[in-house]
C-alpha cells in the first residue's frame, strides 16, 4: 500500500487537527487529509463532505485503499448545511474562495464553538474582515509556499478581537514575534510588489482619488509590517 503523503499546505493543516478529535473535511475532493489523520491513528473519526458526487466517488476510493471505510464517511452536502454541531470537534474548509468560505460559515453559526481551519484561495482580506465582524477571533496564521505559490492557513475559534486589524494585517495577516514561517518575508514583498504596481495602473488611468488613497494607504501598511518583521529579524 502507498504511504499516503499530503503535500505541504495540507501536511500544516494536519499538525494543527487536535488528537482525538472528530474531523469534518468541507470540499474534501480525494479525502486525503481526513485519511492520513485516519491512518496516522490522530483523530477519532471523520466527515468527508463536499457538494458533487464526483470528489465524494474519489473520497470513498480513498477510503477503500486504505481500509478507512469504518472511520471515514463521505457525505453529500451543501457546505456544512447536513452536518450538525454534535458531530464534529474541527472544521477545515480548504482549496475555495475566501467568500465561498464566509458563505458556508453564515449557514452554520454553531462554527463559532468549534475549531475552524481555514484556506482561502482567493479573498483573504475579505474572508478575515468578515471572521472578525462575526464574532471570530484568528488565533493564528500559518504561511505556507508551494513552489511559487503561498497559501495561508487561519486558525479561528468563536470570539471577539480587541484590536482592530491594519488594511496590511488584512491582507497579510497578523505577524508576531517568534513566527514559525521563513516564508513572511518574500510573501510580504509580493504583496507589496503587486500593490505597487496596481498604484502605478491607476495613475495611467481615470481612478477616483478616492481610491488611490485607499490603495496608497493599502501599500504603506504592508510596508510598516515588512519593516517590523525585519527589526525583529535583527
Do not use: C
Amino acid at each position: 500500500m502507498a504511504e499516503l503523503l499530503l503535500p505541504p499546505r495540507l501536511e500544516a493543516i494536519a499538525r494543527q487537527v487536535p488528537a482525538g478529535a472528530r474531523l469534518t473535511d468541507v470540499g474534501t475532493d480525494h479525502a486525503y487529509l481526513p485519511a492520513a489523520l485516519l491512518r496516522a491513528g490522530k483523530i477519532a473519526g471523520a466527515i468527508a463532505a463536499d457538494v458533487n458526487e464526483g470528489p465524494l466517488q474519489r473520497g470513498r476510493e480513498t477510503a477503500r485503499a486504505y481500509g478507512l471505510e469504518a472511520v471515514l464517511e463521505l457525505r453529500l452536502t451543501d457546505g456544512l448545511q447536513g452536518i450538525g454541531p454534535e458531530e464534529t470537534d474541527a472544521v477545515v474548509i480548504a482549496g475555495m474562495g475566501g467568500e465561498l468560505i464566509a458563505q458556508i460559515l453564515a449557514r452554520a453559526p454553531w462554527t463559532r464553538g468549534v475549531l475552524l481551519l481555514l484556506q482561502p484561495m482567493t479573498a483573504q482580506a475579505a474572508l478575515r474582515r468578515w471572521l472578525l465582524d462575526q464574532g471570530y477571533v484568528i488565533q493564528r496564521e500559518t504561511l505556507v509556499r508551494e513552489g511559487e505559490k503561498f497559501y495561508q492557513i487561519l486558525t479561528v475559534r468563536g470570539g471577539e478581537e480587541t484590536r482592530p486589524y491594519t488594511p496590511g494585517e488584512l491582507w497579510a495577516g497578523r505577524q508576531a514575534r517568534g513566527m514559525e514561517s521563513p516564508h513572511r518575508l518574500a510573501f510580504l514583498e509580493q504583496l507589496i510588489t503587486r500593490r505597487q504596481r496596481a498604484l502605478e495602473g491607476m495613475g495611467r488611468g481615470m481612478v477616483p482619488e478616492a481610491v488611490k488613497a485607499q490603495e496608497k494607504a493599502l501599500t504603506a501598511s504592508l510596508e510598516a509590517l515588512r519593516e517590523e518583521w525585519n527589526t525583529w529579524q535583527q
